[in-house]
């Protein structure tokens, strides 16, 4: 190969021996392209002598191998591959891939069944009426797929304009518009870089200057700024995220709090992406087959420093980020819903000490009344008096429910009936007209309620 390659290649793709080969047997084909079809017309002319036929052919034979067009291979321009290449783009099947999901490749999209309608709604884009179907199959491996494609890889269309709101999936979208309303990303723990093991939090641009702070913890099994996935899908984006929750406060009064959006969800690291994931979608990972067994979780390298589960997470929010804020006056409201909510009681009561005199308020939202077990006397006291529960009931939003003696404190209905996870979407403004009510009024105490026992909770 020596005796044809150039001394300079005009070369500005991925560069190997293979891709070096193949770009030489291209220069030396084009330079003998005219004289092999004229050796094989000769060869072909059956109306010329057989000698002069068969000089062409043996001509023909002793040509270096080089000049054939069977040596010539399509190469990936990314890679130097050969297999799975794209011609029209010359690029193998995974470079095409990225580039066409990063919009670098013009008037290449990846296909949606599902687009965002004018409504802010997803909805079917053969069926605009039709909502996003979950359970495509009894094989829950393929449910798992298609939902974590919904979740996080599906690119949506703007509908009504037929135009492309970014590559990007639902949580994407939703950080996008919680970056849009002055929320800003994290890392926890404090110190840790975007190559780290780390996980993300959104915190309020004004947090450091807000007279009040409000926290919200969520349930374990929900990914960052996601309240329920299943009322993004039959109502809109907004309601079933923060996104609602945040455009709330921030245009109801002047003096808007400042928030602060846990993640106990998100406390898997996955290096490949170097990102933090939910337990459901790390068992969504591609595997080897159908069958094989998700990934094992490594006890280092898949672990996030001082936040290795929900209860860590809780201690490090506190103790990095809230008891670091410059504004020590300001007065921090607290909503948890599911065991984020057990685990944010769990470690004021052990921290009480710490905290008494600057949390204001707790909302929580649970499925069912569970026992606290407070031991310490002075949260107890606080718990009686600043905190609301919101439970699974039947009843109307904010109605009084039996369950002060076994919850400790006042006890409402959230006006959902079934799944915790839409608690905090029904009855958030609720908690925060509480909150509101507990900061103006500074010697707030709730009474006991009062009530035949016909009006009780689930």
């Known amino acids: 190969m020596a005796q044809f390659r150039a001394k300079r290649l005009d070369l500005s793709c991925y560069v190997n021996i293979k891709v070096i080969r193949d770009h030489t047997k291209r220069k030396v084909y084009e330079q003998h392209e005219t004289e092999r079809q004229a050796l094989r ?32 291979n399509n190469r990936c321009i990314m890679g130097g591959k050969s297999r799975g290449v794209f011609s029209d783009f010359r690029m193998a099947r995974y470079p095409f891939r990225l580039h066409a999901l990063a919009g670098d490749i013009p008037g290449v999209k990846k296909a949606s069944c599902y687009s965002i309608n004018e409504k802010d709604q997803i909805r079917s884009v053969e069926q605009p009426d039709q909502e996003f179907h979950y359970f495509i199959s009894k094989n829950e491996r393929c449910v ?6 919904m979740n996080s890889i599906m690119i949506f269309l703007l509908h009504s304009l037929s135009l492309p709101i970014g590559a990007a999936c639902i949580r994407k979208e939703v950080l996008s518009r919680l970056a849009a309303s002055s929320m800003n990303t994290l890392c926890l723990p404090m110190g840790a870089t975007s190559k780290d093991n780390h996980v993300p939090i959104l915190v309020s641009s004004h947090l450091a200057t807000a007279k009040r702070v409000i926290i919200y913890v969520g349930e374990s099994c929900q990914d960052l700024g996601i309240f329920a996935y299943r009322l993004i899908g039959a109502n809109t984006v907004t309601s079933g995220s923060a996104v609602e929750f945040v455009n709330h406060l921030n245009t109801a009064s002047r003096d ?11 406390l898997i690291w996955y290096r490949r992406e170097q990102r933090a994931m939910t337990q459901q979608t790390w068992h969504a990972i591609p595997r080897a087959t159908a069958v094989s067994e998700p990934m094992m979780i490594d006890s280092v390298q898949n672990i996030i420093p001082q936040n290795e589960d ?12 809230v008891d670091k804020l410059p504004n020590e006056n300001a007065k921090i409201d607290i909503i948890g ?4 909510a057990f685990e944010v009681v769990e470690y004021l009561q052990q921290e009480w000490k710490k905290w008494e ?5 707790i909302a929580v939202g649970t499925s069912h009344i569970w026992n606290t077990e407070i031991k310490d006397e002075g949260f107890g006291t606080f718990w009686g008096r600043r905190a609301r529960a919101y439970l699974i009931s039947p009843e109307n939003l904010d109605a009084p429910l039996t369950g002060r003696d076994e919850f400790g404190c006042n006890c409402f209905s959230s006006g ?24 103006d009024n500074p010697g707030y105490e709730a009474e006991p309620q009062n009530f035949s026992e016909s009006n009780c909770g689930t």
């Open 357 to 361: 005199g600057r949390v204001d308020a």
């Open 144 to 149: 798992e797929m298609q939902r974590e494609a």
């Open 337 to 340: 819903i599911g065991d984020g």
């Open 310 to 321: 929900i209860q860590k997470h809780v201690a490090c929010l506190f103790e990095q980020v």
């Open 256 to 266: 808007f709090p400042a928030i602060i959006i846990a993640n106990p969800g998100q």
């Open 41 to 72: 017309y000769i060869i072909r002319n059956t109306t010329l002598p057989q000698r002069t036929r068969a000089q062409a052919q043996l001509q023909l034979s002793q040509m270096h191998a080089y000049t054939r067009f069977t040596q010539i």
């Open 416 to 439: 959902e009936p079934s799944y915790v996870e839409m608690i905090m979407p029904k009855a958030y403004r609720c908690m925060l007209d509480y909150f509101k009510v507990v900061f």
